[in-house]
């Protein structure tokens, strides 16, 4: 069974910074696609970075330049830094793996989210 545990929510004002991780097991680090996605109240469900392999990297435009995706395998984790955050990424983000990169509903796997909260 597959389990992605994310952690490292909070509430940060404007500006702010945050690391989120998401701790999977070894079989699950090592595939080919780990992401990050959030959802706000009343929204859909949105990408924000995917990691294909090892290397490989892809963002929704708005996170570009502040968000970084990132993995180390031997603590089986899966990163997403976000610097400069805004009011408008306040959202319960999520960690998925096995899909195909920034289509949620692809995606076969999921954590149970954790919430970010930014005020202005």
């Known amino acids: 069974q597959v389990q992605l545990v994310e952690s490292g929510g909070g509430s940060v004002q404007t500006g702010g910074s945050l690391k989120l991780s998401c701790e999977t097991s070894?079989?699950?680090?090592?595939?080919?696609?780990m992401g990050w996605f959030r959802q706000a109240p009343g929204k859909e469900r949105e990408s924000v970075a995917a990691l294909i392999g090892d290397a490989i990297t892809k963002y929704a435009d708005s996170m570009k330049g502040r968000f970084t995706i990132s993995k180390d395998n031997a603590k089986n984790t899966v990163y997403l830094q976000m610097n400069n955050l805004k009011p408008e990424d306040t959202a319960v983000y999520y960690c998925?793996?096995?899909?195909?990169?920034?289509?949620?509903?692809?995606?076969?796997?999921w954590g149970q989210g954790t919430q970010v909260t930014v005020s202005s």
């Open positions: 070894e079989s699950t680090i090592t595939r080919n696609c």
């Open positions: 998925a793996a096995d899909g195909i990169p920034m289509v949620a509903g692809t995606f076969d796997y």
